[in-house]
């Protein structure tokens, strides 16, 4: 192993374990002096995982198999996403692939899994999140499968390490196909991340609530479980946007180097959407991710026009 | 060859078997043999897939009786095999052995000899004569099973769709006869006339017996009648068949297509994909939900083939063979899953009774095993790693995805479209199997019936329980089958088995890596979580009391979608208020999603037909002489016609 690959292997394992809570701390952080308050530090998310991985765990009654595994299974696919996105071009292999369908795979058992458990404690909120959350799924789904695809017809593969390399430099950006899958992978991000005007992460109208909404009646290291997994969401994410749908450098080693500075920029993007835009109507989210969805697809026509 | 000898004695084994089952006293052993012949069907199918061998006649296209065995068939014939003999190991636990399901058990004998039948047929004659009788049989099933009006109705519909229709596998088979194009691709050339017709009747007549949109109307009307094991079988099997008919004339016999027909077989998929899932999040029993899953997953199968033909005539082989492994990947995936799920239901109905979702609930408590399997099932359908379904989606996005990756501006549009369909299709599945796993299996039982269900017995649960092993053995390991499906396309060479997906020049599954890790670390943290519960809590929802009345239900859950897709779906809702001196006595509430293709496709043109059909009636007098001169009528025309030289 040359010294990129085990240094790209250590950030991204690193980073998509104990950093990820960091990035959502920046985002309270940020939007919180945004708005004028002088809201929690940044490491906040950390000091609520330990509150609750110290406490016992509360089973409904009634509740299976089915509601005790869910936040574990949860977890292990965001885990394994994880091993998946490489933070630069020189990432070896961790045994589960590279491959970016694989990814789109993953995360929907993550949102299955919870999903799915929502039925076992019949709470209404619960069944509500779990319903809208797949609803938008189908519109967020097909937006990231095509933005993604047209990362992969500019770098000819669907391998990540390869479409990292692929997009690096500035001739990838010559044509606007990747800069319009870079819009639609934006509106991907704020979905995936549960944030406005899609879902409003801070809530607490059990009403408004997407994300939340599955996660009202677990407790102790169940919940820690799900926001460590909500968090390595934004990891994930944030990182295929910075070394894929955003301009980056070709050298591995310039490529962890600027992934800091592109990361704590993006939370910060992110921090000053949802204070500038409210909530949409929740039916309205879907067309907002169609759009997405046709933005990409312009995408892959103007890489046709430009191949052809 | 020996894997010939294993279907001919799985065959026999089957017949002797059928014949056993009309007997009361060999009522189970006549099961049992027509499962052990179903097994030595699947090892000999699968034996010639992977040796890629023929045995017996090779095709040809004069009317004598041929049979013979070669990869392609063998393919389908493992999954004829595998499916078959799950569910007769479940039909020896849920059939009694009365008069009715004696006859029963002998039909389902025939109805998997007369598809083993069409699968090797390799003469024209008997391809048609298999292939009617595989439309009839199903039919007499579901006759003998129920005679009330409804399945009568049902039945009626079936056999006039499938046969209307199936006059264009006719159509097909006879042109290719007529032309001595059967299994010789050189004969009919590339863009030529004949050769559009025959793939246009090719695709109108086995597309609506694989239950192709906008052909697919009778689909949801017969599989969720018939008994569970036949259901099986049919969803399982019989609409594949009709995908190994596709795949024989539009891959195998007609050589490379125009571009466009590969378009509008990628449409096809499109709309039986999108269409199919959301017709069936909208149904609110489970037999006939599961029933437009199947529309849905050919509809995934049809978007492999189409890949596969546009490829094609790109000339792109290697990728087009790709697609077609996908297809059929795809193919056996979707029979083990489907017959999986109609197997559970059947347990369910057993049961329980009634399959209405929203008067069901906290099934896996009471039966464990039916209700762990089905739950595999349900994953597997809706495409979630590391299950079989998973695998195949992946093979075939990624096949859809090469389609604009070798250029065209008008075919690659066609495929990010196609591409960005099946995204979509896999997570409606998700939304409509985490419905149906919730309704069925979690939370609490919503009737009394439900909350004394009982496990079924040894042999209903073995054959589910098998049919879920086989979903992850695919899951972890589809690069087993891929392998050897690759060599499938008349064009390419089978490539290396591996345990992931290896395709060339892309990314890779891996797909037991993937398994492992997610086994490996959901394990982990689950023991992670610790030991230390808290005591159980009734539910909290934020303090809400949690009143039964309330329950979340099927209707409920896919609300926001059909608020969403309002435009497109029109569904209806009628809200009828009884009020009595200003008090509300009743309030009495009515909504329903109309299937659109039924109401505006189908209906105008019965309408139209049945008015015909009254005019036509006052030419039937019922006097002989009125019909001897219609006949002296004809002649005179027919002659005129010929002396006008019209008739050439």
């Given at each position: 192993m040359t010294g990129a690959e085990a240094a790209s292997t250590a950030v991204q394992l690193v980073g998509g374990i104990a950093l990820a809570p960091l990035l959502v701390g920046l985002v309270q952080h940020w939007k919180a002096r945004l708005q004028g308050r002088?809201?929690?530090?940044?490491?906040?998310?950390?000091?609520?995982?330990?509150?609750?991985?110290?406490?016992?765990?509360v089973d409904v009654a009634g509740a299976g198999v089915v509601y005790r595994l869910a936040p574990s299974v949860t977890a292990a696919s965001v885990a394994v996403a994880v091993l998946l996105v490489p933070v630069?071009?020189?990432?070896?292999?961790?045994?589960?692939?590279?491959?970016?369908?694989?990814?789109?795979?993953?995360?929907?058992?993550?949102?299955?899994?919870?999903?799915?458990a929502a039925w076992e404690v019949a709470n209404g909120f619960a069944l509500m999140g779990a319903s809208r959350d797949l609803t938008i799924a189908v519109f967020v789904e097909a937006a990231l499968v095509l933005a993604l695809a047209v990362a992969a017809l500019v770098s000819g593969t669907t391998d990540l390490v390869l479409m990292v390399a692929g997009t690096a430099g500035t001739e990838a950006w010559a044509d606007p196909a990747l800069a319009l899958a870079a819009v639609a992978f934006a509106l991907v991000v704020v979905a995936e991340t549960g944030r406005q005007p899609v879902d409003n992460p801070d809530t607490h109208l059990e009403l408004t609530m997407i994300h939340e909404g599955p996660l009202l009646e677990y407790a102790g290291r169940d919940l820690a479980l799900l926001q460590w997994a909500a968090a390595a969401r934004?990891?994930?994410?944030?990182?295929?946007?910075?070394?894929?749908?955003?301009?980056?450098?070709?050298?591995?080693?310039?490529?962890?180097?600027?992934?800091?500075?592109?990361?704590?920029?993006?939370?910060?993007?992110?921090?000053?959407?949802?204070?500038?835009?409210?909530?949409?109507?929740?039916?309205?989210a879907p067309r907002l991710l169609g759009v997405a969805a046709l933005l990409a697809l312009l995408g892959v026509v103007v890489w046709l026009v430009e191949a052809a | 060859m020996s894997f010939a000898a294993s279907v001919l004695v799985g065959g026999a084994a089957v017949g002797t078997g059928g014949l056993l089952t009309l007997l009361r006293r060999t009522f189970v052993a006549g099961l049992t043999v027509q499962a052990v012949g179903c097994a030595l069907l699947a090892v000999g199918g699968i034996w010639a897939l992977v040796a890629d061998e023929t045995a017996g006649n090779a095709f040809t296209s004069a009317f004598d009786l041929r049979i013979g065995i070669d990869g392609l068939s063998g393919l389908f014939l493992g999954i004829l095999g595998a499916v078959g003999v799950a569910a007769l190991v479940f039909a020896t636990g849920y059939l009694e052995p009365s008069a009715k399901g004696r006859t029963i058990g002998a039909l389902t004998g025939l109805f998997v000899l007369v598809q083993a039948l069409v699968l090797v047929a390799r003469d024209p004659l008997t391809f048609l004569v298999a292939w009617e009788a595989m439309t009839l049989v199903p039919a007499a099933v579901i006759l003998v099973s129920r005679a009330d009006e409804p399945a009568r109705r049902s039945v009626f519909y079936y056999v006039a769709l499938t046969h209307l229709a199936g006059a264009g596998t006719w159509v097909a088979i006879l042109l290719l006869a007529r032309e001595g194009a059967i299994g010789d691709p050189s004969v009919i050339s590339?863009?030529?006339?004949?050769?559009?017709?025959?793939?246009?009747?090719?695709?109108?007549?086995?597309?609506?017996?694989?239950?192709?949109?906008?052909?697919?109307?009778?689909?949801?009307?017969?599989?969720?009648?018939?008994?569970?094991?036949?259901?099986?079988?049919?969803?399982?099997?019989?609409?594949?068949?009709?995908?190994?008919?596709?795949?024989?004339?539009?891959?195998?016999?007609?050589?490379?297509?125009?571009?466009?027909?590969?378009?509008?077989?990628?449409?096809?998929?499109?709309?039986?994909?999108?269409?199919?899932?959301?017709?069936a999040l909208f149904q609110h029993e489970l037999k006939r939900l599961l029933a437009f899953h199947s529309i849905e997953n050919i509809g995934i199968i049809v978007l492999g083939l189409g890949a596969c033909l546009v490829l094609r005539a790109r000339g792109e082989d290697e990728w087009a063979a790709l697609a077609l492994a996908a297809a059929l990947l795809h193919t056996v995936n979707h029979a083990l899953f489907k017959s999986l799920?109609?197997?559970?239901?059947?347990?369910?109905?057993?049961?329980?009774?009634?399959?209405?979702?929203?008067?069901?609930?906290?099934?896996?408590?009471?039966?464990?095993?039916?209700?762990?399997?089905?739950?595999?099932?349900?994953?597997?359908?809706a495409g979630l790693p590391p299950l079989n379904g998973f695998a195949s989606e992946w093979a075939t996005l990624q096949s859809l995805l090469h389609v604009p990756a070798f250029g065209g501006v008008g075919a690659g549009i066609a495929g990010a479209l196609a591409l960005a369909a099946l995204a979509a299709t896999a997570a409606l599945a998700a939304l409509c199997f985490v419905k149906v796993a919730g309704l069925t299996l979690l939370g609490p039982?919503?009737?009394?019936?439900?909350?004394?269900?009982?496990?079924?017995?040894?042999?209903?649960?073995?054959?589910?329980?098998?049919?879920?092993?086989?979903?992850?053995?695919?899951?972890?390991?589809?690069?087993?089958?891929?392998?050897?499906?690759?060599?499938?396309?008349?064009?390419?060479?089978?490539?290396?088995?591996?345990?992931?997906?290896?395709?060339?020049?892309?990314?890779?599954?891996?797909?037991?890596?993937?398994?492992?890790?997610l086994?490996?670390?959901?394990?982990?943290?689950?023991?992670?979580?610790?030991?230390?519960?808290?005591?159980?809590?009734?539910?909290?929802?934020?303090?809400?009391?949690?009143?039964?009345?309330?329950?979340?239900?099927s209707a409920g859950f896919t609300k926001p979608l059909r608020l969403v897709l309002e435009d497109v779906l029109r569904p209806e809702r009628e809200i009828v208020v009884r009020a009595e001196g200003g008090v509300v006595q009743e309030v009495s509430y009515e909504g329903r999603v109309p299937h659109l293709f039924e109401e505006r496709l189908y209906r105008p043109v019965t309408a139209l037909a049945m008015e015909g059909a009254h005019h036509a009636r006052r030419m039937q007098s019922g006097r002989l002489g009125t019909y001897v001169a219609y006949l002296l009528a004809l002649v005179l025309v027919v002659l005129a016609a010929a002396k006008l030289g019209i008739l050439g």
């Amino acid at each position: 192993m040359t010294g990129a690959e085990a240094a790209s292997t250590a950030v991204q394992l690193v980073g998509g374990i104990a950093l990820a809570p960091l990035l959502v701390g920046l985002v309270q952080h940020w939007k919180a002096r945004l708005q004028g308050r002088r809201g929690p530090t940044p490491f906040q998310p950390y000091r609520e995982l330990r509150r609750l991985w110290g406490k016992s765990t509360v089973d409904v009654a009634g509740a299976g198999v089915v509601y005790r595994l869910a936040p574990s299974v949860t977890a292990a696919s965001v885990a394994v996403a994880v091993l998946l996105v490489p933070v630069a071009s020189a990432a070896p292999d961790l045994g589960v692939g590279r491959d970016a369908l694989v990814l789109a795979g993953v995360l929907a058992l993550a949102r299955f899994a919870v999903a799915i458990a929502a039925w076992e404690v019949a709470n209404g909120f619960a069944l509500m999140g779990a319903s809208r959350d797949l609803t938008i799924a189908v519109f967020v789904e097909a937006a990231l499968v095509l933005a993604l695809a047209v990362a992969a017809l500019v770098s000819g593969t669907t391998d990540l390490v390869l479409m990292v390399a692929g997009t690096a430099g500035t001739e990838a950006w010559a044509d606007p196909a990747l800069a319009l899958a870079a819009v639609a992978f934006a509106l991907v991000v704020v979905a995936e991340t549960g944030r406005q005007p899609v879902d409003n992460p801070d809530t607490h109208l059990e009403l408004t609530m997407i994300h939340e909404g599955p996660l009202l009646e677990y407790a102790g290291r169940d919940l820690a479980l799900l926001q460590w997994a909500a968090a390595a969401r934004h990891w994930l994410v944030l990182v295929l946007a910075a070394q894929v749908f955003l301009p980056h450098p070709t050298d591995p080693w310039l490529q962890l180097a600027v992934l800091p500075v592109v990361l704590v920029a993006l939370c910060g993007a992110l921090a000053v959407t949802e204070t500038l835009v409210a909530k949409m109507r929740i039916l309205l989210a879907p067309r907002l991710l169609g759009v997405a969805a046709l933005l990409a697809l312009l995408g892959v026509v103007v890489w046709l026009v430009e191949a052809a | 060859m020996s894997f010939a000898a294993s279907v001919l004695v799985g065959g026999a084994a089957v017949g002797t078997g059928g014949l056993l089952t009309l007997l009361r006293r060999t009522f189970v052993a006549g099961l049992t043999v027509q499962a052990v012949g179903c097994a030595l069907l699947a090892v000999g199918g699968i034996w010639a897939l992977v040796a890629d061998e023929t045995a017996g006649n090779a095709f040809t296209s004069a009317f004598d009786l041929r049979i013979g065995i070669d990869g392609l068939s063998g393919l389908f014939l493992g999954i004829l095999g595998a499916v078959g003999v799950a569910a007769l190991v479940f039909a020896t636990g849920y059939l009694e052995p009365s008069a009715k399901g004696r006859t029963i058990g002998a039909l389902t004998g025939l109805f998997v000899l007369v598809q083993a039948l069409v699968l090797v047929a390799r003469d024209p004659l008997t391809f048609l004569v298999a292939w009617e009788a595989m439309t009839l049989v199903p039919a007499a099933v579901i006759l003998v099973s129920r005679a009330d009006e409804p399945a009568r109705r049902s039945v009626f519909y079936y056999v006039a769709l499938t046969h209307l229709a199936g006059a264009g596998t006719w159509v097909a088979i006879l042109l290719l006869a007529r032309e001595g194009a059967i299994g010789d691709p050189s004969v009919i050339s590339t863009g030529s006339g004949l050769q559009v017709a025959i793939a246009l009747a090719a695709l109108v007549g086995m597309g609506a017996k694989a239950g192709v949109m906008p052909l697919h109307v009778w689909l949801p009307l017969a599989h969720p009648i018939a008994p569970a094991h036949v259901s099986a079988l049919m969803s399982g099997v019989m609409i594949k068949i009709a995908i190994y008919g596709l795949v024989r004339v539009l891959v195998d016999w007609l050589g490379v297509l125009p571009e466009w027909l590969g378009l509008l077989v990628l449409a096809l998929g499109v709309l039986s994909s999108v269409a199919g899932v959301v017709y069936a999040l909208f149904q609110h029993e489970l037999k006939r939900l599961l029933a437009f899953h199947s529309i849905e997953n050919i509809g995934i199968i049809v978007l492999g083939l189409g890949a596969c033909l546009v490829l094609r005539a790109r000339g792109e082989d290697e990728w087009a063979a790709l697609a077609l492994a996908a297809a059929l990947l795809h193919t056996v995936n979707h029979a083990l899953f489907k017959s999986l799920l109609f197997l559970g239901a059947g347990s369910f109905e057993k049961a329980v009774g009634s399959l209405e979702l929203d008067r069901l609930g906290g099934l896996v408590r009471r039966m464990p095993w039916t209700g762990a399997a089905f739950l595999v099932g349900a994953a597997a359908i809706a495409g979630l790693p590391p299950l079989n379904g998973f695998a195949s989606e992946w093979a075939t996005l990624q096949s859809l995805l090469h389609v604009p990756a070798f250029g065209g501006v008008g075919a690659g549009i066609a495929g990010a479209l196609a591409l960005a369909a099946l995204a979509a299709t896999a997570a409606l599945a998700a939304l409509c199997f985490v419905k149906v796993a919730g309704l069925t299996l979690l939370g609490p039982a919503r009737r009394e019936a439900v909350s004394h269900a009982e496990e079924r017995a040894a042999p209903m649960v073995s054959g589910i329980v098998a049919l879920a092993g086989m979903c992850v053995v695919l899951g972890v390991a589809p690069g087993l089958l891929l392998g050897s499906l690759v060599g499938l396309a008349p064009w390419s060479d089978a490539a290396p088995t591996t345990v992931g997906l290896d395709l060339p020049g892309t990314g890779v599954l891996r797909s037991g890596g993937i398994a492992l890790a997610l086994v490996a670390f959901a394990g982990a943290l689950f023991l992670l979580r610790g030991r230390r519960v808290a005591a159980p809590v009734p539910t909290w929802a934020c303090g809400q009391l949690v009143e039964r009345p309330l329950d979340w239900t099927s209707a409920g859950f896919t609300k926001p979608l059909r608020l969403v897709l309002e435009d497109v779906l029109r569904p209806e809702r009628e809200i009828v208020v009884r009020a009595e001196g200003g008090v509300v006595q009743e309030v009495s509430y009515e909504g329903r999603v109309p299937h659109l293709f039924e109401e505006r496709l189908y209906r105008p043109v019965t309408a139209l037909a049945m008015e015909g059909a009254h005019h036509a009636r006052r030419m039937q007098s019922g006097r002989l002489g009125t019909y001897v001169a219609y006949l002296l009528a004809l002649v005179l025309v027919v002659l005129a016609a010929a002396k006008l030289g019209i008739l050439g």
